[in-house]
């Protein structure tokens, strides 16, 4: 069962940097350090495509910290 869940946490966290990937498509490092956009939109709403991958990473990440929890409790 730890051997499982550890390939699972594998393939989510493989699943997890793709859709990260994904969502910073055509943006350069300028807005992570606090610059503009090249819009100058520094918020906007996410549609189609864009929400799907948001709520997906944060399903993943859910996924990833119930798994961990579980790989801790099943090791004791």
Excluded at 4 to 26: A, H, K, T
Aim: a positive charge; zero cysteines.
């Amino acid at each position: 069962m730890i051997k499982f869940i550890s390939y699972l946490q594998i393939i989510l966290s493989v699943l997890l940097i793709i859709s990260i990937i994904l969502q910073i498509r055509g943006v350069g490092l300028s807005p992570t350090f606090g610059g503009l956009t090249s819009g100058g939109e520094t918020f906007r709403q996410r549609r189609g495509l864009e929400k799907f991958l948001m709520y997906a990473t944060m399903v993943l990440i859910a996924l990833i910290a119930v798994s961990s929890i579980a790989l801790i409790w099943l090791d004791k």
